[in-house]
């Protein structure tokens, strides 16, 4: 089982009690999210690469420490936290349909970076 977390040391967050099994549940729902996006996506297709690495690592330990210390992104409940947002993302991205073309043509310049100079 490992060492038990008192405090993640940071104002406002508590500790999870089940750092595992939460971030397992989101992980599924972001992925079960994206598989209704098109496969040509660009959000879809590195958003799905980044859970599956996450997910994969959940398969391999069960200990929230070495969850923390492979995916390297902050603790367990900083981990929960930035999946919440990313499942509410994907979730706006299907209503938003970013892979669709645009309703008119953009003005001249839009996407070019640096802007040009006036």
């Known amino acids: ?3 038990l977390k008192k ?10 009690a089940n750092p595992h ?3 397992g549940a989101l992980y599924g729902k972001i992925l079960r999210t994206l598989q209704k996006m098109p496969e040509t996506s660009v959000y879809r297709k590195y958003t799905e690469q ?3 690495e996450r997910a994969a690592v ?19 409940e900083e981990l929960i936290i930035q999946a919440e947002n990313e499942l509410n993302l994907a979730r706006k991205m299907l209503n938003w349909k970013p892979w669709e073309p645009l309703m008119a043509k953009p003005p001249k310049g839009q996407w070019e970076w640096p802007p040009s100079k006036a």
Not at 9 to 16: D, E, I, Y
Not at 58 to 76: P, V
């Open 7 to 16: 405090t993640t040391g940071l104002t406002g967050l508590a500790v999870a």
């Open 50 to 52: 980044i859970v599956r």
């Open 1 to 3: 089982m490992g060492l």
């Open 21 to 23: 099994h939460t971030l």
């Open 58 to 76: 959940l398969t391999q330990t069960k200990d929230s420490f070495e969850i923390e210390k492979k995916i390297n992104c902050g603790q367990a």
